[in-house]
């Protein structure tokens, strides 16, 4: 199945479409991204559609509700959840200040305090 995300104006993920991936397969067999847009725009009208991979084979991560579709990066970027932390670059997901501890305890993250609680 190929998955689809609908932006809004300003690059806001609205919906993800799952669609079949016979329909993104031009004469030759080759997956084409335009294709499935074209699908897309047939059923809903004109919009901003943008492929994603349910694998993270491209764009970085899936596309969810209220993630952003950044095109400079190529990728999709979930929203900040904690003022401290920061985007990672290579991976575009969002990085504590502080490593959780990889303990087998369960954690959760403080930002008052912007370090990791032990879950009790």
């Known amino acids: 199945m190929a998955h689809f995300a609908t932006l809004d104006e300003s690059n806001i993920v ?13 004469g030759d067999g080759v997956e084409q991204e335009q294709l499935g847009k074209d ?7 004109a919009g901003n559609y943008v492929q994603t991979s349910y694998n993270n084979n491209f ?12 095109s400079t990066r190529n990728a999709f970027i979930s929203p900040q959840p904690y003022p401290s932390w920061t985007l990672n670059e290579t991976t ?8 959780c501890p990889d303990d ?12 990791w609680v032990e879950v009790s």
């Open 14 to 26: 609205t919906r993800v479409e799952v669609i079949n991936n016979d329909v993104i397969l031009d």
């Open 39 to 45: 699908f897309l725009t047939s059923l809903y009208g």
């Open 59 to 70: 764009r970085k991560n899936y596309a969810g509700v209220g993630h952003t579709y950044d």
């Open 92 to 99: 575009c997901n969002w990085e504590a200040p502080v490593a």
């Open 104 to 115: 087998g305890k369960e954690y959760t993250w403080d930002e008052d305090t912007t370090n």
